[in-house]
């Protein structure tokens, strides 16, 4: 019913090849360099013993994001951010999801008056950035409180669940896992989901770039994107144990 | 099963008082001010008679919005945007999803090179100004497509369907319909939902503030959203006839 | 011995219909919306418990000015400020003049150490916006005062008079009390004066748009806006009173 | 009745020793130093052949003025705007009179579609350098209007009548004409006026500083200011005589 | 007479491990991770079909670079500087060395009315990340010339000669050459040199951190880094075989 | 065997007439203008009792340098660097190189917790204003101390050593001392040079502009600079002695 055809012969519910090596970097206290398919993402955690304004005297930390793509990692070139002197509304909106994202599973009291930053940085784009980023933004922060706990500086981990990311959407009338680039550039809906390892909903992000969507296509996607997660909390736990 | 109580004894699945009043200033194509209760934004709608870059020699048109906020629209005065020197990344997310809103019912070709902004400010906030605005914008967009229309600048209206918009929320576990301020502060689940006048979604955005959420307590709350659309639109509608 | 004819039949020397509405909008201290004919200037006064830098540890307060405009509160749209990421020179200038005019009937030291903002938002453009801005920030900063001294902050009001604005010029050989667009747009000469509730000049600005302007011009011009000015401090103690 | 005493004996109503060399600088079309006792203003014109977009194609010039002061002209050291990454309020306001006054005696369609820049910088500041910028901006111009004219670019000169600008205020209860720095911080009213060589007035610009002032205080201070300018443009003539 | 160790027991005048890795990332038409040891630059090298405005029309074209670190690069976090909305000085210093570096090899006419930008983002810093830049640059380049040459959009290359760059110093009073972060950090002289691959000299950048410099250790650090470029030259070479 | 002649018929090795004019203006703790022929800079030296973050509390003063140029010092008038909002590329290196180089010959120690700041702004340019910069900000830099020691604010100077700089190039194959801009212009290759009185070297910045150079032009050009500094420094000494 549909000729659709996904590169490598993709079934629509699966995810592109996974891989996520940590410690790719040497300096930060978590170095991830996270791949979904052509998607290259390395995700630093870098730990700060202050917190900003509004947590100071708190007793409570901080969990943030920032995200960047470096100029060439799309098809064709686009501005350096801090070139052009300021970062794109959709820097902005894809930073504040994975902080918002990150902290869903923390808890800032048990971490302490201190701040973990999570640089998301595109090495390479091809769809995707923003759920990879999240899910390997997740192994790193974990690295970095393992090595709090390791050095003494917490006695217990901030951490309450795992959390990651995929999207998902429809192109030409079919649901589909993981879009790549073209995928993505081609879908009538996009729909970006975080869950947590308990299985339930950070964020749900839907949008109609071309028409409208039904509540039983919403359906179809969210079911798929459950399914994409699960697999991805499972990959997380195997890498963390590596 | 639980002690909440909305005010003025609103029903969990009820609208807030909505108003709509058209031509509220006089030099805009399209001019509204919509109240959801307390909240309060001026939705002008003003047509330009060119087009940004990327459609210039399209033959196509462009509908695009932009969103502030009055220093003193909240409970405390916030910094004034244009002094700070810059939209936050909240403005800038919620212009974003108004702009797509209003483009998910527009046919930009049979609104020819032109331009339709869309400027939202929020006069008196208390809860859910983006979906007020989106809600307002469409009858000023509505408004000005109409003068076009009787200058016999377009022969045929670009506009293909309603679109409205609602806030929906989980607070102390009970699912609830356009939320005020001080349920949006309480609130655990934040969603907010576009749909066309026909039923369909054009944006999803749900955000856990504290627990994620789970697959039963989302579908209660996209249920609650379209019934709440459902109503906005036949308000929208009323508006258009006065 | 000139043709020229004011809308509405108003005489050279008449106010347009001013109107002052108190409490507006509902959050901040003072909220006041005044009209001077299609002008709409929306002034609200927010009082925080803290003062500038070059204030701190005085035990002075301070009184300061915002000014803005809504894009289509004009007759073709302008650009948002704070989308372009900063404030234009007239934008600064008037703020400037508000903040001062206010200040010259305060004293900061009856205040305490406490600011006063008040935010001047331009609904509706049809000319004499700063003047009204004054003129209504007047009212609103006396509203915030009122409230102070019902709860005790302050024991003695801080302020020593009231200030009142109104713009006056020559258009077309004629001087003229409160210029309209289309009148500020073909005048000679603009001149806005502010004074105080006592009769004493506070601020006059007067500038040649067209011919450079004569003594005797200039006394016409200052009569006219001394007579002015003492109907709008009566109105002012009108809306304060009911 | 007023025990106070100006430096160098200098009557109330006396200028500062004012000089004007012509050619400071060798690059620009015309280069001015004029110095206002302490104050020394570096007035450049510089003419480029192209005019900004709202004269394009008009057939008419533009005249436009910008203002800067050395970080270390001051008692005290102040930031540099250019590091700072912005035009104080203050330097706008400036810029702009200087423009508005230049442009008020030339007539841009005799100056053809050409810009003349007016670049006052102050080396050192020892109050009114506003006003010596507008008094040595016209001799630059003029000098710059001159080169045209003898390279036959322009067939007519653009300039109408001569311009210039003095301080006038109340110290003490005393108006005083050319106020310096230490009287401009003690001054109760302070008043720029910009005056034609005809003897009309282009700008006047009177802020109580301390005391709201009096019609009578009023009148005081344009006559002193009338007196004052007369001398300034026999001091350009002479200067443009030499 | 002198107890300094380099890491790795490395002679004073030898570099650290070079690697060169073309095809690094897949969108630009050069791609290159170049690594000095610990620091590790991805040099990408994108062409655009259009030349800025001071080229337009002159059938040149141009080449540039800009320069950028991931946050956490280094030891310690430092700010985005997208994020902070502008580049630091120092990171316009290194991406105006790096364009004028690439420069001094490309003859412009031969480019036609095109643009390479060179874009160095340093993945992970231990010093000498301006002189990896450059020298990783150059492979980057060659390999977008080698691609419109194989395009047939130029038929001969614009490349006149190689070009590379290394940094020498002096530590505790020795000349060493290609410092890492650690001997950067104790150095009383720092030199960046930037050759030809014929030997001749581009740029010498010496700075005294500590102590001045006599001509005898600038002849000493000149000589070291002739050596290092030579070698730096043929792995080019190499690396563009392989 | 070379057909080149400089303006004034001066020698190949010969400086420009250098004048250096003490206490140009009268509020800062240094003030001097520097000419190096027909480039005059105004170098101000401004003594504040505070410094900044990152020497808080260490005990140490610091000493910056700011660079600007008038916007009409040049042959055709540059934008005003406080207008467009941002200092240049150009100019933040050459404010660095200013600053490095009066940092090497201060013992910051015994400066105290204070900071010098070194305004040099560029009244007239025809070539080398960042060496006159250098150069006279010395002279400035020492009248400050002496203020700081004739105060008693200091018991012993921090200034260690003089420090001057000059400009070299390779004109047309002919090696240059102190190029005016005609001869920047035209130059193949330009080098920086500062050094101490003592004849170190504190910074070298040769920059190939036109052909690489060879190591044994460079050789020629350090030669003239040395010859071109030692009479610098003897101008310093003689300046500050008079």
């Known amino acids: 019913m549909n000729d659709f055809t996904r590169s490598d012969a993709r079934a629509f519910d699966a995810l592109r090849q996974v891989t996520i090596t940590r410690n790719y970097t040497v300096h930060a206290e978590g170095s991830v360099l996270i791949e979904f398919g052509g998607t290259k993402v390395l995700c630093t955690a870098s730990v700060e013993e202050k917190v900003p304004g509004h947590k100071r005297g708190s007793g409570e930390g901080w969990v943030t994001a920032e995200y960047g793509m470096l100029p060439r990692a799309t098809h064709t070139r686009s501005d350096r951010e801090a070139a052009r002197g300021k970062q794109?509304?959709?820097?902005?909106?894809?930073?504040?999801?994975?902080?918002?994202?990150?902290?869903?599973v923390f808890d800032l009291k048990k971490l302490g008056e201190r701040t973990i930053y999570l640089d998301c940085d595109v090495l390479q784009a091809d769809g995707g950035t923003r759920t990879a980023s999240i899910t390997g933004a997740f192994v790193a922060a974990q690295d970095a409180v393992n090595r709090l706990l390791a050095e003494g500086k917490i006695s217990e981990t901030p951490i309450l669940d795992q959390v990651a990311a995929?999207?998902?959407?429809?192109?030409k009338g079919l649901p589909l896992l993981d879009l790549e680039y073209i995928e993505d550039s081609a879908c009538d809906t996009d729909m970006n989901v975080v869950m947590t390892g308990a299985g339930n909903f950070v964020e749900v992000q839907g949008t109609a770039e071309g028409a409208a969507f039904s509540r039983i296509e919403m359906d179809a996607l969210l079911q798929l994107a459950e399914k994409g997660i699960r697999e991805l909390v499972v990959m997380q736990q195997q890498s963390l144990k590596s």
């Open 88 to 104: 794109s509304g959709r820097t902005q909106e894809i930073q504040r999801l994975i902080g918002r994202s990150m902290r869903s």
């Open 166 to 171: 995929i999207s998902v959407g429809i192109v």
